[in-house]
Nanobody, 128 residues
Framework: QGQLVESGGGSVQPGGSLRLSCAAN????????VGWFRQGPGKEREGVAC????????FYEDSVKGRFTISRDRANNTVYLHMNDLKPEDTGIYFC?????????????????????WGQGTQVTVSS
């Protein structure tokens, strides 16, 4: 089924920016919806953003709307999460996953069984 690999995390001050990358090993992402998820300290994993296979539809969790942008680079078989105006509450481990049938509907409502090829995650820490 292949594996996804996340990268680009780090430590930034509030108001800073990061770009996370989700790269696929051994398969193409072109035909899948790809999502970004995060799990903050002591919290359940929640859906942050996703983009459908045709790149026509996207979803953003309310708390990141206007600050985060998900995009796909087909030439590099990678999906990015551009994060601006980062806040301390954005701190957590960020994961990506793919699905052929799933979507996100807010918070922890994303049908976890529909998503697969989870990566190991990349840590994002926002603090002053």
């Amino acid at each position: 089924q292949g594996q996804l690999v996340e990268s680009g995390g780090g430590s930034v001050q509030p108001g800073g920016s990061l770009r996370l990358s989700c790269a696929a090993n051994g398969f193409t992402l072109d035909y899948y919806t790809v999502g970004w998820f995060r799990q903050g300290p002591g919290k359940e994993r929640e859906g942050v953003a996703c983009i459908n296979s045709g790149d026509r539809n996207t979803f953003y969790e309310d708390s990141v709307k206007g600050r985060f942008t998900i995009s796909r680079d087909r030439a590099n078989n990678t999906v990015y999460l551009h994060m601006n105006d980062l806040k301390p509450e954005d701190t957590g481990i960020y994961f990506c996953a793919k699905t052929s049938t799933g979507w996100m509907y807010g918070g922890t409502n994303y049908g976890s069984n529909a998503w697969g090829s989870w990566g190991q995650g990349t840590q994002v820490t926002v603090s002053s």
